[in-house]
């Protein structure tokens, strides 16, 4: 299936360190509860993983905050845990308890009967909402696919939800490395399929979530976390339609780590809001583009204060190309979309002068 | 008052960079709740507030893990709230939540009439409390006094308690930048005669706890945190009863910002798991010494697990001086105390060949 032709390409070119004319942005959790059309979009799907799970509304909340701001790029609507989810564990979520399920993976036995998972038969609702996003988006901006890092979706799936410490599926790491690492194995397998069928369907990048990574020892993040990102990252579909796909690693918390990620052969490293950008980027030189970095609590500050940060940002990166900008984690649920608005158009007007040549 | 000798001075020796026989160890919150023993007297004061407000209490607390464990330091049992506690604005603990302020700073005015905590009137229950300590220690190990950093207990004061995301207090650092560095600066003036106040009473070294400067951004951080901490370096006793008193800055998730901690003149810097000491010793050389760094879930593992952590840690640091073992954070309250055992033990046995010469 030929598609149209892509009318804004900054974030393809930022993630390829070719000049653009102004800083692409994006939002990580763009399409998201902030927005009053999500919410409402949301209740008719009844509960969360319902939205996720039918294509034609995942297709509008993703297309959302596109109405709102000139975004220069979409991300395609789903959850991390789609993939736990398919292997069986029963994901649910429980109203201010975040994810839960009703599997949990704890021993040798438990982890040797998860399956890999087959995207083409078992998460089609995730393919299918891809195709249809991109015949939506028309060529208006390239999308982004995504999956949770093998690490970030072990720690659900060992702690049964969300945890503070992790301490369970940090002692499945320290006591029984072997199982840890089976487990990981077959995440890093079913994640490898996963990205390589939403690129196929029509993801023009990808991105990788590793949330939990960083509350991970420098020695233990290497082993558990970053070595099945890179086993990953070989195991992708880098060009598509003729161009380049490119790979974006985020960990949370990773910024002390940031030569061990650009060292996988990713394209670009997302930055959260503790790293400041321009020693980043000294660090990697041109090894790889930089996405980040503002905190997103900033959006709650007034719009005068937002602009100084964006502004402050820009130049700590400097002139020159491999920026994509984007908050250093996901947007918040009560931020006045407006400021949104605000901090968007900043570094679109803002980072113009950057980009003269 | 003349004190009794020291006898076993090697945390000290180490914080200045001196040689020990073997690596010395404490651990940040030892007097704690995994101990029965602790329990049984918390529920004998009734709740912590009066606990720590206690002073025979707080001294029997204070000791308790030196009679279990080999420690080579012992550390003044208190809270870091105790001077916005002084301060006026009702320090309450409810059950399962955490701290708790019955009036929160959020206005000009607010801030305008907090007092500047002075020791000796409004927490001489603290100096109290490290004086009995000092007596009853008799020369053993040397005791630590310590506070929370100005931007710690800042945030719980403009929250009103714990908080994910400050986004009150971020906003108040953002958007009236003003009123939050009047409220810092007076929080620096009271930690700095709360801490002088503490070693004039007997405390051998302090440390400062900067929890929640690991939230902000490089900027952020550079501006709200780690500037009052410098001030408060400069503003303290560095020499009491003939010897140097070490001051320790621990920021939780403040790995990315060593060498300008190291700058503020302290001796020492806390880091948590998430950095690798061995890394951070060659980025600061012998300016500072370290202060770390298990990661406090490894005490769930098996025995075997943490010996072997231990040894990792010590590897990574290598032979030389200036290294003081500790957890990357508090020991958590459901830790087997056999385990802390074990973690003791293994960094004396382990490092002693790190330390022939």
Same mark, same amino acid.
């Given at each position: ?17 070719e ?13 998201? %509860?902030y927005?009053? !059309? ?9 509960d ?11 297709? !509008? ?6 109405? %709102?701001?000139p975004?220069d ?19 649910y ?12 993976v704890?021993?040798?036995a ?5 399956p ?25 901006v ?16 060992? !702690? ?15 006591d ?19 990205l ?8 023009q ?20 976390s ?5 086993k ?10 003729? %161009?380049?796909v ?11 780590w ?6 996988t ?5 997302g930055l959260?809001?503790?790293?400041d950008?321009?020693?980043?980027r ?18 709650y ?6 602009r100084?940060?964006?502004? %402050? ?6 002139t ?6 984007n ?9 006045k979309?407006?400021h949104a608005?605000v ?15």
């Open positions: 299936m030929s598609q149209p032709a892509l009318q804004n390409d900054r974030f393809l070119r930022a993630l390829n360190c000049s653009v004319d102004v800083t692409p942005v994006w939002m990580m959790r763009q399409a998201g %509860r927005l009053p !059309e999500y919410r409402a979009t949301r209740e008719m799907a009844g969360f993983l319902s939205l996720c799970k039918n294509t034609e509304l995942a297709c !509008e909340v993703t297309l959302q905050p596109l109405e %709102r701001f975004l790029a979409a991300i395609l609507f789903s959850d991390i845990l789609t993939i736990p989810d398919a292997m069986g564990l029963g994901l979520f429980e109203t201010g308890e975040g994810p839960r399920f009703r599997k949990q704890r021993t040798a438990d982890v040797e009967a998860l890999i998972v087959e995207t083409a038969s078992d998460l089609s609702y995730v393919t299918d909402a891809v195709r249809t996003i991109r015949r939506e988006l028309n060529g208006r390239p999308l982004i696919g995504f999956s949770g890092s093998p690490w970030t979706l072990a720690t659900y799936m060992v !702690e049964g939800g969300s945890s503070k410490d992790f301490r369970r599926a940090k002692a499945m790491a320290f029984t490395p072997e199982i840890m690492h089976q487990l990981l194995d077959k995440l890093a397998e079913s994640v490898i399929d996963y390589n069928a939403q690129i196929k369907a029509g993801a990048a990808v991105q990788i979530f590793d949330t939990w990574g960083g509350a991970l020892s420098h020695a233990a993040y290497h082993e558990f970053l070595a099945y990102m890179h990953i990252v070989k195991g992708l579909i880098r060009e598509n339609e003729g %161009r380049k490119p790979v974006i690693l985020f960990t949370k918390n990773g910024g002390q940031l030569e061990s990620i650009a060292a052969g990713c394209d670009a490293a959260d809001w503790t790293t950008i321009g020693s980043a000294q660090r990697v030189g041109q090894q790889i583009a930089l996405q980040g970095n503002m905190d997103p609590t900033m959006l500050a007034s719009p005068n204060a937002i100084a940060e964006v502004g %402050r940002i820009l130049e700590s990166f400097g020159g190309n491999g920026h994509v900008f908050l250093g984690h996901g947007i918040t649920p009560d931020v979309p407006e608005g901090f968007i158009e900043a570094v679109h007007e803002l980072s113009a002068s950057y980009h003269r040549s």
